[in-house]
């Protein structure tokens, strides 16, 4: 089923380096993962990206768009995407998931219009 959509994604740890946690926002659902390891907040956003292509093949989206606040990561992802070359098992994973449900494209966003890092700073209210 091939529908247009637009998949938030954000991640961090708290501390940093710490416990990751990522949220993935999809049609105004907010899915929430935690245990997720410990690890840096690029770590983090690399898993969050990896967890929204995990939401997206289950709910049977191809070609949706992929929106996050991390410009390193949205960047080696798009590499990664153009070479079809993965260097470590993480970029692995991504790129067999991306194989499965071929995003339109992974872009940026500023990091306060990122649904899914709105969610991730309500769980820590100040």
């Not at 080696?76 to 071929?102: C, M, P």
């Given at each position: 089923?091939?529908?247009?959509?637009?998949?938030?994604?954000?991640?961090?740890?708290?501390?940093?380096?710490?416990?990751?946690?990522?949220?993935?926002?999809?049609?105004?659902?907010?899915?929430?993962?935690?245990?997720?390891?410990?690890?840096?907040?690029?770590?983090?956003?690399?898993?969050?990206?990896?967890?929204?292509?995990?939401?997206?093949?289950?709910?049977?989206?191809?070609?949706?768009?992929?929106?996050?606040?991390?410009?390193?990561?949205?960047?080696?992802?798009?590499?990664?995407?153009?070479?079809?070359?993965?260097?470590?098992?993480?970029?692995?994973?991504?790129?067999?998931?991306?194989?499965?449900?071929?995003?339109?494209?992974?872009?940026?966003?500023?990091?306060?219009q990122n649904l899914a890092g709105i969610a991730?700073?309500?769980?820590?209210?100040?």
């Amino acid at each position: 089923m091939w529908t247009k959509r637009k998949i938030f994604f954000d991640g961090g740890c708290r501390p940093n380096p710490g416990p990751i946690e990522a949220a993935v926002v999809l049609r105004g659902k907010t899915h929430l993962f935690d245990n997720l390891g410990s690890g840096n907040n690029a770590d983090a956003e690399w898993l969050a990206l990896i967890c929204a292509l995990e939401v997206s093949e289950s709910a049977l989206l191809l070609g949706a768009e992929f929106i996050g606040d991390a410009l390193p990561v949205i960047r080696h992802a798009n590499t990664i995407l153009q070479s079809g070359i993965a260097s470590d098992a993480r970029s692995e994973r991504f790129l067999a998931l991306a194989e499965l449900v071929k995003p339109s494209r992974i872009r940026w966003i500023k990091r306060e219009q990122n649904l899914a890092g709105i969610a991730l700073a309500a769980r820590h209210p100040r």
